[in-house]
């Protein structure tokens, strides 16, 4: 079935009864429209609203909302969503998914949380691109929307009161984060000493607003609401005075509080109605798009969350896809309890995009985002093997031998230490003295994948499957099936790998089991990233960490949460956000150090160490990265090896060493000579042409390449055409 393009949900209040209609777009000049009502106790209502209100508080003067309070948020929000909606809008809703949806409201319902309604699974605001339309009764005079021809002007206006330095290294970030883009928008960075006149006289000039600073709210005079200048307030009734005149900028985004009459960054009962009220100045005045924060939020949370929505919008995303998504990073980075999400409202068409399109699917780029995947193969495997270790012992410990027992738990630390042949032996040994002890069979796999004998790790984790299914064994079954996703995914045959991803995610959501839940949707989300859809990734990585989260005082869902912080930096750098790629990577590390599983770490040196490498402090990625080989030497990870060498020789290529960068690219092949790891052969040969390039061989480079797009040719990510291109650009059609 077809998605609709942008729904809208038009509700008006009449008396104690709401009507509503639901319905797409295009349906909007409809001769006929179906609406149904329902009766409502606004009484009760109002409570609940006020309850969302304490819930949000408790949090801001904790500094997180705790599991409980998460609990009684999505509770509240449920009952708010069962008052509010006719059953058959409620209906429609939860069918569908990452939609435009424009809700269409009464000026008396503004004060409704609508964006924390709970369908029983997830937020309103989460679950669709949300905005905010308003119809007022007050007289709203023609007003003539800014025409965006050429470039794109946007003003960046940062700590105007010199108090807030927080702000002002906010719209530093920003400014740096469209350099990028100054081709297509040309920004102004003003901070501090700015004055009402300043605004006045330029705020017309420009497409696009960003305000970081105080935000006054005025309760006796509300036209005296307004923005914090050095010199006063720039009002509601400036914004009206000149918006009646010439049109103001498409989108502002008020990254402020209405701190006045507030408690610190408490928000205040009548919140929405302060919002609204400079909100709907900026909105009768020409303001397509309104964009405003309803409390005071910290730094960091307010500098990621504004960064995360211009990355999305400069993209092409738009506005609304771009609030949502960043609602979905704040909570993966600092989870729902920070409650940065929920403390946005955004006002107009949430179908708007202010840029042109660019977003690619399957865009992996050449020297980048394959090789991040492959430092990601040993982060994943050894879950598996704890996982299964710790539900094994529990089922069956009273009843096995306690030889075989005793042979398991010491091939267990013989893997860990690296000995990998001996581990074989003995686990050899526990499936002929016990061939049900299932917890066996994907030790043995991961042994054989580090091995880089991924047929031997195919035909235990299959093993690991039959005996699992006829014993009934549901949870060790759903192992199975990620088990064999990984491997499949490993060689790049994604097909086969999503169809065991998905019978793995329907197995234990059946099953409630969220430990491995959380585990394949973490899988899932690297399936995207290798297809270049990073949104996707995004989403399950935001479902996968708060699972972990919320049960991280157990040891396995601590160890996935490492898992989860790692993969998300991973997502990150691949959308060229390199600081909160670190941020990520280093909540990985701390979790693991914790844990004292230090073998764990050699991903980790890898990572960090790429982002020096695309920083150009190719010193400390060298130094990072003879850390994390020394690691996989000694764990004898030889697939994770080749692709060690494979990143130091790219380093060295970068910097202009190409004797180096041959020997690192050839060791890379040596390795996957004596191993089967397909990728990382293509890539060394990929490397090598690229280097071959370097020094003018050009009949050697055009060996290499068609060497590696053999490899890839049947790969499903963009690497075949990549390679592709760059034969055609350098020797003509291959």
């Given amino acids: 079935m077809k998605a609709p393009d942008i729904l809208i949900l038009e509700i008006l209040k ?30 009760e209502i109002n409570k609940l609203s006020q309850e969302v209100i304490s819930i949000l508080n408790n949090g801001a003067e904790r500094g997180i909302l705790q599991d409980n309070l998460i609990k009684s948020l999505k509770n509240t929000g449920q009952l708010l969503w069962d008052h509010l909606l006719t059953k058959s809008v409620k209906s429609r809703l939860q069918s569908e998914q990452d939609l435009d949806l424009i809700l269409s409201i009464d000026e008396e319902l503004i004060n409704i949380p609508w964006e924390l309604l709970y369908d029983g699974n997830n937020f309103l605001c989460l679950k669709h691109n949300l905005g905010r339309v308003v119809r007022t009764q007050a007289q709203v005079s023609s007003v003539q929307y800014r025409s965006l021809l050429g470039a794109l002007k946007m003003l960046i206006l940062a700590n105007p009161t010199n108090d807030l330095k927080s702000a002002y290294l906010e719209g530093l970030s920003i400014r740096n984060q469209f350099d990028r883009k100054r081709k297509e928008i040309k920004i102004d960075f003003k901070s501090t000493s700015i004055d009402t006149h300043y605004v006045k006289k330029y705020i017309r000039d420009y497409d696009l607003v960003h305000f970081a600073g105080h935000c006054e709210y005025d309760a006796e005079n509300p036209k005296n609401t307004g923005w914090v200048l050095s010199d006063g307030r720039f009002t509601t009734q400036d914004i009206l005075t000149m918006g009646a005149a010439v049109s103001l900028p498409v989108i502002i985004f008020s990254n402020s509080c209405h701190s006045a009459f507030t408690s610190g960054n408490l928000i205040s009962e009548d919140y929405q109605e302060k919002s609204y009220s400079l909100a709907s100045a900026f909105l009768f005045s020409g303001v397509r798009h309104y964009l405003g924060a309803i409390r005071r939020i910290e730094d960091p949370l307010s500098l990621s969350f504004a960064r995360e929505f211009y990355g999305h919008l400069v993209s092409g995303r738009t506005v609304g896809e771009s609030v949502r998504l960043s609602r979905l990073s704040s909570i993966a980075q600092y989870g729902a309890g920070s409650i940065a999400w929920a403390s946005y409202l955004l006002y107009g068409d949430p179908n708007f995009a202010l840029f042109k399109t660019n977003i690619k699917k399957h865009n992996i780029k050449s020297k980048k985002d394959p090789i991040f995947l492959k430092k990601l193969v040993t982060k994943l495997a050894l879950p598996l093997v704890i996982l299964a270790v710790l539900i094994s012992l529990k089922i069956w410990l009273p009843t096995i031998n306690p030889s075989t027992y005793l042979l398991f738990s010491r091939s267990q630390k013989l893997f860990l230490k690296g000995a990998n042949l001996e581990a074989i032996s ?7 003295k016990d061939p049900n002890f299932l917890a066996v069979y994907p030790l043995i796999g991961d ?28 949870k060790h079954l759903s192992a199975a099936y990620i088990g064999l996703g990984w491997i499949y995914h490993l060689q790049g045959r994604y097909p086969e790998a999503k169809d065991f991803y998905d019978k793995g995610l329907k197995l234990s959501r059946q099953n409630k089991d969220k430990l491995n839940e959380a585990d394949v949707l973490g899988k899932i989300a690297i399936w995207f990233i290798d297809k270049g859809e990073y949104e996707e990734a995004l989403e399950l990585l935001t479902k ?23 993969n998300l930096g991973l997502l990150f750098i691949n959308k060229d956000d390199f600081l909160a790629a670190k941020q990520f990577y280093d909540k990985s590390f701390k ?21 020096f490498y695309y920083q150009k402090e190719f010193q400390k990625a060298l130094d990072y990265y003879s850390k994390g080989l020394k690691i996989d030497q000694e764990q004898g990870n030889l697939p994770s090896i080749a692709a060690d060498y494979n990143m130091i020789g790219e380093l060295y290529l970068e910097i202009g060493n190409l004797k180096q960068a041959e020997d690192y690219f050839n060791k890379a092949l040596t390795v996957c000579e004596d191993i089967k790891a397909p990728l990382d052969k293509g890539y060394a040969y990929w490397n090598l042409g690229t280097l071959y390039t370097e020094k003018g061989h050009k009949h050697k480079a055009r060996e290499y390449l068609r060497e590696a797009q053999e490899i890839f040719r049947t790969v499903e990510t963009s690497d075949y055409n990549d390679i592709k291109e760059e034969l055609l650009s350098l020797y003509g059609p291959a």
Avoid: W
């Fill in 14 to 43: 009449q008396d104690s009864i709401l009507k509503m209609s639901l319905f797409e777009q295009k349906e909007l000049a409809s001769t006929l429209r179906h609406y149904s009502q329902c009766t409502v106790n606004f009484a």
């Fill in 426 to 432: 003995l686990c050899e040994d526990v499936v002929k």
């Fill in 447 to 474: 042994i054989y994948g580090r091995l880089g004998n991924p047929d031997q790790a195919l035909k235990y984790y299959f093993d690991y499957a039959l005996r699992s299914e006829k014993r009934n064994d549901k």
């Fill in 544 to 566: 996968s960490s708060e699972i972990n989260r919320e049960r991280q005082h157990l040891y396995k869902h601590k160890y996935n949460l490492a898992c989860d912080y790692f």
């Fill in 591 to 611: 979790i693991f150090d914790k844990l004292k599983l230090t073998y764990e770490l050699s991903d980790y040196y890898f990572n960090v160490g790429e982002v």
